[in-house]
């Protein structure tokens, strides 16, 4: 991470929500930004349950997964809006 960046975050700067939507569109609407999206979304939970089928749950991974998809969600709403269609998780 570059100085001038640690500097920015170690210091709170805010950044301005309308141009950092913007810079989200732009980023992520070039085709490189494309690529790097779609690598995210694989790399992700984003499709697939984070829960194995049949198999004993562990906490950890199933943190870590849900963390993943949240902000691959975080993400994609930037850029494209809330998502059509979300998986919904079974806290019952």
Request: glycine fraction near 8%.
């Amino acid at each position: 991470m570059s100085t001038e960046l640690w500097q920015e975050l170690r210091n709170g700067k805010k950044e301005d929500p309308e141009q950092l939507l913007i810079d989200y569109k732009e980023t992520f609407g070039t085709e490189a930004g494309k690529r790097v999206l779609l690598d995210l979304c694989r790399k992700s939970t984003y499709s697939r349950s984070a829960i194995p089928a049949g198999g004993p749950i562990d906490n950890n991974r199933l943190l870590k997964d849900e963390a993943q998809r949240s902000f691959f969600l975080y993400i994609i709403n930037k850029v494209y809006g809330e998502p059509q269609t979300e998986r919904k998780v079974n806290n019952g």
